[in-house]
């Protein structure tokens, strides 16, 4: 038998939070820590087991209703199949050094590797698309491309300047005196699900009044009626403006000016789009008192996860995870 073993990043979001779905400018980074899937080719059927978490998987190929696989985590792996209309099949295990749930997307990095090792090819958008379309297939949850594409197409050492309209990714490297940490806020992302489809709503409402915000500037909010809907658009405005800040930031090696933007980007989710939670808030306020940090913000979603830091290299946080940036999911195929 052949053996197939795709790895797939997880990934961090710099900055440009609940901006992709708005065809917006995003600067994640794909990370070190990934899902592996190693297994055979198995006729017209998918079955996996993962050393995290209980039951196997089996649905029978091609999948149309991923949403009702059991155990809940297999919806990931067959929304993709359903999305990509694949038809031969894999029996393998799933593997992960990635925390769940914790805002690193996981579930994205199962979707790219279920996708690579589904026999799925074609340039990093059209992988990422696919993936992406399985994951609303799995959940019903509209998300946008950031988190699947930072998996297909990271770069060791760089951040992603990825263009969500038009779908080119653009590295931008990490000046060598910062990194990454990830701190989780052990909240759960109860809401997450139905807040983000509510945030796409209020974006689409505030688009009716003043066409794409990622073309807007703060002087159309004011054609925006509604004062909730206007804080919504103003924070899209903003944080595309911080995305081009910390572009030219870390481009100069200012790497101050990228923490005060991510500080900033946390304080504009909190007041103006509303994804925050107290927990949230008091763990930023406590990072940012640390020495070495250089800013903090809530990362992904919101409604819980975790909070990411930019710090110098070095610092020592309680809890904090350093994630470095890493290079995109591979597939490896070793024949008989
Ligand atoms: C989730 C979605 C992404 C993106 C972020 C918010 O991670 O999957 O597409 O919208 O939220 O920036």
Same mark, same amino acid.
């Given at each position: ?109 199962? =979707?790219?590797? &279920? #996708? ?8 990093? *958008? @059209?992988? %990422?698309? $696919? !993936?992406?379309d399985g994951e609303e297939r ?63 709503? =209020?974006?689409? &409402? #505030? ?8 073309? *807007? @500037?703060? %002087?159309? $909010? !004011? ?72 800013? &903090? ?18 610092t020592d946080l309680p809890g ?17």
């Open positions: 038998m052949s053996r197939i073993e795709a790895w797939a990043p997880g990934r961090v979001n710099l900055i440009g939070e609940h901006v992709d779905h708005r065809g917006g400018v995003v600067l994640p980074m794909a990370i070190e820590q990934g899902t592996t899937l190693v297994g055979e080719p198995a006729g017209d059927a998918v079955e996996l087991t993962s050393t995290a978490m209980p039951g196997t998987v089996r649905f029978d190929l091609p999948v149309d209703r991923p949403e009702l696989v059991q155990p809940a985590w297999g919806r990931y792996v067959a929304g993709v199949a359903a999305a990509a209309g694949v038809r031969q099949g894999i029996r393998g295990v799933v593997h992960s050094d990635l925390p769940i749930g914790a805002g690193l997307s996981s579930s994205a990095a199962l =979707e790219v590797a &279920a #996708a690579l090792a589904l026999g799925i090819e074609g340039d990093p *958008a @059209t992988v %990422a698309a $696919l !993936a992406r799995a959940t019903g949850v509209p998300c946008g491309i950031m988190d699947q594409l930072a998996s297909v197409a990271g770069v060791a050492g760089h951040a992603l300047r990825i263009d969500c309209t038009t779908l080119t990714v653009e590295p931008v490297a990490i000046p060598p005196g910062a990194v990454v940490q990830v701190v989780d806020s052990g909240e759960h992302r109860r809401l997450a699900e139905s807040g983000y489809a509510r945030r796409r709503a =209020e974006c689409d &409402a #505030a688009e009716e009044a003043i066409g794409p915000l990622r073309l *807007a @500037t703060t %002087a159309d $909010l !004011a054609g925006i009626d509604d004062p909730v809907l206007r804080r919504r658009a103003r924070h899209v405005v903003t944080e595309l403006a911080r995305v081009d800040t910390v572009v030219a930031a870390l481009r100069a090696g200012d790497i101050v000016a990228v923490g005060e933007a991510l500080t900033a980007s946390h304080r504009s989710l909190r007041d103006d789009f509303e994804v925050s939670t107290p927990g949230l808030d008091a763990l930023v306020e406590d990072l940012l008192s640390r020495p070495g940090v250089l800013g &903090a913000r809530l990362v992904g979603a919101g409604f819980g996860g975790s909070v990411v830091v930019w710090c110098r290299r070095g904090g995870l350093v994630v470095e940036a890493a290079g995109g999911a591979r597939v490896r195929r070793t024949p008989p």
